[in-house]
C-alpha cells in the first residue's frame, strides 16, 4: 500500500509543472487586417493595456497554436511605434541646453465649430432685417473654412427676388457670433458682430 501511495506522488509530483504550463500558452496579437503586431506573451501575465490597445484599433489577441509559437518566437516583433508613444512619455529636456518641445504646444484655436448653428442661422436672419433687406431662408451647409481667426461655419442665404449669398459664422469663446460674407468665391468680406 505504501509503495503505491508513494507512487501515486511521485505521478503528481512529475505532473504538476506540466499542468502548470499549459495554463499559461503564450499569445500574440493581430492588427485588424490580421498582420501580426507586437511581441508574444504569457498568458499568465498579459499586458492589459497593450492588448486593450490592440482591441480599440480593431485587432485582436489570441492563443498561439504550436505550430505559431515557433514562428513567432523564430522572429520577435516590439511594440509599433504609435503604442510606445502612448506608453513612454518624452524624456524631460536636459539642463545643458535649451528645451526641446517634444509635442506641439496646445492650440488655442480648435479644429471644429463650436457653436448653435440655428442660433447661428438666427442671428443673420435678423442682421439682415435690420438693414432693411430681409432673407427668405437660410441654411446650413455644414461645411467649414479654417481661418487664422478660428473656425467659420458657412450659410447659404436667399432672398425672394432669387438673389443668393454665402456668409459664413463664426463663434468665439465669449459665445459672441461674428459674421462675414463672400464678395466672390475666394475673399470674404471683413467681421461683422452678430450678437450672442
Known amino acids: 500500500m505504501r509503495t503505491k501511495l508513494l507512487g501515486f506522488a511521485s505521478a503528481l509530483m512529475l505532473a504538476a509543472p506540466l499542468a502548470a504550463t499549459a495554463e499559461a500558452a503564450p499569445a500574440h496579437c493581430f492588427d485588424m487586417f490580421g498582420a501580426a503586431v507586437g511581441p508574444s506573451y504569457d498568458t499568465t501575465l498579459p499586458n492589459h493595456h497593450w492588448i486593450e490597445w490592440v482591441h480599440a484599433r480593431g485587432g485582436t489577441c489570441r492563443t498561439l497554436q504550436h505550430h505559431e509559437v515557433a514562428f513567432y518566437s523564430a522572429r520577435p516583433l516590439g511594440y509599433p511605434a504609435e503604442y510606445?508613444?502612448?506608453?513612454?512619455?518624452?524624456?524631460?529636456?536636459?539642463?545643458?541646453?535649451?528645451?526641446?518641445?517634444?509635442?506641439?504646444?496646445?492650440?488655442?484655436?480648435?479644429?471644429?465649430?463650436?457653436?448653435?448653428?440655428?442660433?447661428?442661422?438666427?442671428?443673420?436672419?435678423?442682421?439682415?432685417?435690420?438693414?432693411?433687406?430681409?432673407?427668405?431662408?437660410?441654411?446650413?451647409?455644414?461645411?467649414?473654412?479654417?481661418?487664422?481667426?478660428?473656425?467659420?461655419?458657412?450659410?447659404?442665404?436667399?432672398?425672394?427676388?432669387?438673389?443668393?449669398?454665402?456668409?459664413?459664422?463664426?463663434?468665439?469663446?465669449?459665445?459672441?457670433?461674428?459674421?462675414?460674407?463672400?464678395?466672390?468665391?475666394?475673399?470674404?468680406?471683413?467681421?461683422?458682430?452678430?450678437?450672442?
Open 84 to 196: 510606445a508613444l502612448t506608453v513612454t512619455p518624452a524624456a524631460p529636456p536636459s539642463a545643458a541646453g535649451p528645451p526641446v518641445l517634444h509635442s506641439q504646444p496646445p492650440s488655442t484655436i480648435t479644429s471644429v465649430w463650436l457653436g448653435d448653428s440655428a442660433r447661428a442661422a438666427e442671428l443673420v436672419t435678423i442682421a439682415y432685417a435690420r438693414r432693411g433687406r430681409p432673407v427668405a431662408i437660410v441654411s446650413d451647409t455644414g461645411r467649414v473654412i479654417y481661418r487664422a481667426d478660428g473656425v467659420w461655419r458657412i450659410y447659404d442665404v436667399a432672398w425672394r427676388d432669387g438673389y443668393r449669398r454665402q456668409v459664413a459664422v463664426h463663434m468665439r469663446p465669449t459665445r459672441d457670433y461674428y459674421a462675414i460674407e463672400a464678395d466672390d468665391a475666394e475673399s470674404w468680406s471683413a467681421s461683422v458682430y452678430l450678437g450672442r
